[in-house]
């Protein structure tokens, strides 16, 4: 063996065992570590396959178009892991190559069987035999985090859509303002909304905790032409509106559900680099205009709910609350596209692809996600 022929053994050798550790890193901090963060691999299997049906799905009927967004979740988290598979197989690889002589296409045999245990080649010798018990070890290792994962988030899954399932009785499909207060309104239910407001702000937590750990499950869809994300909405929007127009005693179940929703959407939006103030102005500008909130308030008019007299004032509390998670919530409708609804996804700007560089800058440096990066930048 020459001098060139070490260089590159060893070479191949540190590559190969690089990328086996990355890949191992990505695994954990995606399933194990109870903080979501943002991770090149990651990003790069969501975004790629984003990329590939956003073009179909553009061109789809809104039937169609949501049968196939539904299935992109579980296609990622599919791809994912074939990813984490396929690289760890190429890094023993490259471990294989350097340490037992072996051809590149015979490496590549014996890492394959390694990984899936199939022992379709013998690997004969102490060394090449630890390498290959290891790799079967660590293929075994991803199938036991993929199988405990799923669960996990599909428990999740269950408990978030249970909430929203319910909303649907209420405030229809998709879910509106007036249509809640309405409903609640005729049945003389709006003292009801007490107990509402407290089981959202429950869910307004739950969902924080979750999806900031579990970034996947946002892109997880609700079924029957619901979503979570509009149903958040709508109920942050009624407690506003509530809080703001409606003549009945203030109560803070309402404004703790505000909050709680809030602080909620901006922690997830923030982790997709979405961007919004955290701190913004009761006057900043919102995306709902003077004259849809008047005709909300002339449909719970003519429905016979009681409402403050001053509409202007009316308006300026709604607006100092809306804007609290007008652009996270926004933000959030174009990163998932559900279906239409008003005074959310009907007026999300379109989605677009972010740039793998700056997601893997921030994960390079440190930061937990995007968001996090941009500021430091802006700091200088």
């Known amino acids: ?22 890949v191992l890193l990505s695994a954990i901090r995606t399933v194990v570590v109870p903080r979501g963060e943002s991770l090149a691999l990651t990003a790069f299997v969501f975004v790629g396959l984003r990329r590939l049906l956003h073009p179909m799905v553009d061109r789809m009927g809104p039937v169609r178009r949501e049968r196939v967004l ?44 390694s990984l899936t245990t199939l022992g379709i080649t013998s690997v004969p010798g102490g060394p090449t035999m630890l390498l ?37 009785t209420r405030a229809g499909t998709p879910p ?28 307004f937590a739950d969902l924080e905790e979750t999806h ?9 869809r609700s079924g029957h032409g619901r979503s979570w994300l509009t149903s958040a909405g709508t109920v942050l929007d009624t407690a506003a509106v509530m809080t703001a127009a409606v003549d ?23 982790h997709f680099g979405q961007e919004y103030d955290p701190d913004p102005a009761p006057d900043a500008p919102i995306s709902v205009t003077r004259a849809e909130f008047d005709g909300c308030l002339d449909e719970l008019a003519a429905a016979g709910v009681p409402l403050r007299a001053d509409r202007d004032q009316a308006w300026r509390d709604f607006a100092g609350w809306r804007v609290n998670y007008d652009a996270a919530l926004l933000g959030l409708c174009a990163v998932i596209e559900p279906p239409p609804a008003p005074w959310s996804s009907d007026r999300a700007p379109r989605w677009s692809p972010p740039f793998l560089r700056t997601v893997w800058a921030a994960r390079t440096s440190g930061f937990r996600d995007v968001r996090a990066l941009r500021r430091a930048e802006a700091r200088g």
């Open 132 to 168: 290959s018990v290891s790799e079967a070890l660590i293929g075994l290792g991803l199938v036991g985090l993929l199988i405990s994962f799923l669960p996990t988030m599909y428990s999740v899954y269950n408990r978030r859509e249970l909430a929203v399932a319910q909303l649907a």
């Open 176 to 203: 509106s303002v007036g249509v809640l207060v309405t409903r609640l309104h005729r049945i003389h239910g709006l003292d009801e909304l007490d107990g509402m407001w407290a089981e959202w702000e429950e869910w």
């Open 212 to 220: 900031a750990s579990y970034p996947a499950l946002v892109y997880f």
């Open 70 to 113: 539904s299935r992109y979740a579980p296609l990622s988290l599919m791809f994912l892991a074939a990813a984490w598979s396929t690289l760890v197989i190429l890094g023993y690889t490259l471990v294989f190559w350097a340490v037992s002589g072996r051809s590149w296409l015979e490496s590549l045999e014996v890492s394959g069987s």
């Open 248 to 270: 009945v005693p203030q109560r803070p179940q309402a404004q703790l559900c505000l909050r709680a929703g809030f602080l909620a959407l901006r922690e997830i939006a923030g």
């Open 1 to 22: 063996m020459d001098a060139w022929e070490l260089v590159a053994r060893v070479l191949a050798a540190v590559v190969g065992v690089w990328v086996v550790v990355s």
